[in-house]
């Protein structure tokens, strides 16, 4: 990374050496062009992690890692790397290790698949709400801006996930309601980037009105990773710094893999945004 020109790099995590070179219990990461300035693995709040009736022993299946980047024109910036909870089920059933009968071990297969995928959206989701407790917590001390980025494993259109973008608060005026909206909720660097599309009335080719997906699932395809950005990323907020320029997503390695170039290459496609400073 240095020698892209990525001087800071920082883990807050160690993967799992499990033989020789093969690991397993992979870690997020980040590197930077600008100063770290200090780097602190997120914990749960184990008050809220209770009242979503959670054990005191609830964790984050990757720690998630915040970063405080010194950003040109914008001063300190808390800056989010995460990789939630993956589909994949918490229950992995023994076939091996059982008297069942052929027709049991299906059975008990279907129930495992069943329960264990719920276990993993209910573990997913409760990543993300932890985390943006933690957020909002930091914001209202510091008032500093806001990236979320990584693998969110979902994507933010499910009710899974969708209580990240919230943009609604109850019983409050719309005034307020406003004002702390704006302050403290994420926007999904894509909506900010179509927006600023549109206000600049420019046509639109296919390619830039048509989100590509970024994860390729035999016959299906979706968009699970995000780069999320505070309101000092949005045009349309009076006092933003910088505007969502471009938008897009590098996926040469999944559409046309050569194994010399991309043969350690990840499986997802990686989203790219560019930030503008506005005039």
Request: hydrophobic share 40%.
């Amino acid at each position: 990374m240095a020698s892209q020109g990525y001087q800071y790099f920082a883990v807050v995590d160690q993967p799992q050496v499990i033989d020789d070179f093969i690991y397993q219990r992979p870690v997020v990461a980040i590197a930077s062009r600008y100063p770290i300035i200090e780097v602190f693995s997120v914990e749960p709040n184990i008050e809220f992690a209770q009242k979503l009736g959670l054990t005191d022993q609830f964790s984050f299946s990757r720690r998630v890692l915040r970063a405080t980047i010194d950003i040109p024109h914008l001063g300190n910036c808390d800056c989010y790397v995460v990789h939630f909870k993956s589909k994949r089920s918490m229950i992995e059933l023994n076939e091996h290790n059982n008297n069942f009968s052929p027709e049991q071990t299906i059975i008990e297969s279907l129930k495992a698949q069943i329960a264990g995928s719920w276990g993993s959206t209910v573990q997913r989701g409760s990543e993300a709400t932890l985390l943006m407790m933690d957020m909002i917590q930091r914001r209202e001390e510091t008032n500093q801006p806001m990236v979320l980025m990584g693998d969110f494993n979902n994507t933010l259109a499910d009710g899974v996930l969708s209580h990240i973008l919230t943009n609604t608060l109850r019983f409050v005026s719309t005034i307020d309601r406003d004002a702390y909206l704006a302050k403290y909720c994420l926007h999904d660097a894509w909506d900010l980037y179509q927006a600023v599309l549109a206000n600049e009335g420019k046509t639109v080719n296919k390619a830039e009105e048509t989100r590509p997906p970024t994860h390729y699932f035999g016959a299906s395809s979706s968009v699970l990773d995000y780069i999320l950005l505070s309101c000092e990323f949005d045009a349309n907020y009076h006092n933003s710094l910088y505007t969502v320029s471009a938008h897009e997503t590098y996926d040469r390695h999944l559409i046309n893999p050569i194994f010399e170039r991309d043969g350690e290459s990840t499986d997802h496609g990686v989203v790219l945004v560019s930030l503008t400073l506005r005039s």
